[in-house]
């Protein structure tokens, strides 16, 4: 059973910066795809960054010059760097694992950027 443990989040003011980490409680020895997504409410969830095992990165455009997005293969790790953070950057960050097989997600962290 694969679990994803987060860290980081937290509340800064607009224009801050915050760190977010995942790392996967297994080696992952399959292809695979990790990243962030988020949720703010009322909203559905979606796509921040992603990263796959070859180093392909996907950003969705708002975040974009915003966001970097990196991993450690060996560690199966991912991070995501954000900068000059706006209210509407406001939500739930989730870790997401994709395998061949299945998705594995994070419990959550919030992410609140004050004005």
């Known amino acids: 059973q694969v679990q994803l443990v987060e860290s980081g989040g937290g509340l800064v003011q607009a224009g801050g910066s915050l760190r977010l980490s995942c790392a996967a409680s297994v080696r992952i020895f399959s292809s695979y795809t990790m990243g962030w997504f988020r949720q703010a409410p009322g909203k559905q969830r979606e796509l921040v960054a992603t990263i796959t095992d070859i180093g392909i990165r996907n950003y969705e455009d708002s975040v974009k010059g915003r966001f970097t997005i990196s991993s450690n293969n060996a560690k199966n790790t991912v991070s995501v760097q954000m900068n000059s953070l706006k209210p509407e950057d406001t939500a739930v960050y989730y870790c997401?694992?994709?395998?061949?097989?299945?998705?594995?997600w994070g419990q959550g962290t919030q992410v609140t950027v004050s004005s």
């Open positions: 997401n694992l994709k395998t061949p097989v299945r998705d594995y």
